[in-house]
């Protein structure tokens, strides 16, 4: 890298460069100077094996992104299976109790009905007997 950028200010400067007084270089220099150090500024731009680790880096991120995701997604999964067993089992329930509630609406529908029969025929027996007995 030194030497790289010797070479170019050699180039370019040569001997102005042996005779020059002390900072009269400054404003020549800066432009390739600055571009040396934008160049030098992300190693990954020079360095391919610095590229590559960073691209790892960020691959590895990624993944570790993803699997977090995925962790937080089971979370999710396990959490609506155990409400669905509990929807499941509630719904149990709620069936066995409406077969019952039937059931006893049933008897009890039963009972209206029998006790409404016996009534209409205790009334008709009073209107008919007094007059099957006055004949």
Known sequence: ???????????????????????????????????????????????????VLGQVDVVKGQMQDNIAGMLKNTERAESLAEKSDQLNEQASVFKKKAVDLKKQMRWKNLKMTIILVLVIIGAILIIVVPLVVKK
């Open 1 to 51: 890298m030194l030497q790289e950028l010797y070479t170019q200010f050699q180039d370019r400067f040569g001997g102005d460069a042996a005779m020059a007084p002390t900072n009269s270089l400054t404003k020549k220099a800066k432009e390739l100077l600055s571009g040396e150090c934008k160049k030098y500024e992300d190693p990954s731009n020079v360095d391919k094996a610095q590229k």
